[in-house]
């Protein structure tokens, strides 16, 4: 028998490459999502396309979109400061609606291919407090899917696999040394240079490093 179909939104970070080589172990056959949406570290996308080839993945697909037209977030917004400090309240690297929108691209793809599951690497532990990151979101998208398409009203059930939602990020760098991640390979960084460079001191650069700290794993992050 053929492999399921499964979509996967990969960014190019840590996080989504670990839930690939997850879905590749539980012999998913692997669509990869990315999405141009007017990031300011855009590099992340050669790191997204490679992490598809190196993990096998059966295509990757790069959609593009515009969601700087809006403005409101740090990494849109060129006018707006990635912080580098720590805040209690919701960082302005929040992007609108963002997850929203991914999830809508992939849950219209996976109706194309047939496909029932669709990962995505959203984490509720070492994270900045992002609400489309929580359980609860999860939950509502996954309910909406089958509201909302052809395929769920005729008995094809979608479903939104998070499997780091409640893991923090020692264990999700451990998982994925687990499945022979080569972690240089990703870029995380809010501010990444041109070659992938991280800045060390954004929100995503310090979860990370505290992560590979308490992993235990030397850290393989390229630093400018």
Request: aromatic content about 8%; hydrophobic content about 40%.
């Amino acid at each position: 028998m053929s492999s399921p179909k499964a979509v996967v939104l990969v960014s190019g970070g840590l996080d989504s490459a670990t839930v690939l080589a997850i879905a590749r172990e539980q012999e998913f056959a692997c669509y990869t999502m990315s999405f141009d949406y007017g990031q300011r570290h855009r590099v992340e996308l050669q790191a997204a396309a490679e992490i598809s080839r190196l993990l096998g993945a059966v295509e990757h697909k790069l959609i593009t979109i515009d969601l700087g037209g809006m403005g409101g977030s740090a990494l849109t917004d060129s006018s707006i400061a990635v912080p580098e400090a720590p805040t209690e309240a919701i960082p302005v690297t929040y992007v609108p609606a963002r997850n929203t929108v991914f999830l809508a691209f992939a849950l219209g793809w996976a109706e194309v291919l047939g496909a029932q599951d669709i990962f995505i690497g959203v984490n509720a532990v070492d994270y900045s407090g992002y609400p489309d990151c929580r359980p609860a979101f999860v939950e509502a998208f996954e309910h909406l899917a089958n509201l909302a398409t052809r395929a769920g009203l005729e008995g094809q059930r979608f479903r939104i696999q998070a499997p780091l939602i409640h893991l923090s990020k020692a264990e999700i760098i451990r998982e994925g040394i687990r499945l022979g991640i080569d972690y240089s390979r990703t870029v995380s960084c809010y501010q990444a240079d041109e070659t992938g460079r991280a800045c060390g001191v954004c929100d995503s650069c310090r979860f990370r490093k505290q992560g590979f700290q308490e992993a235990g794993v030397p850290d393989p992050t390229r630093y400018h």
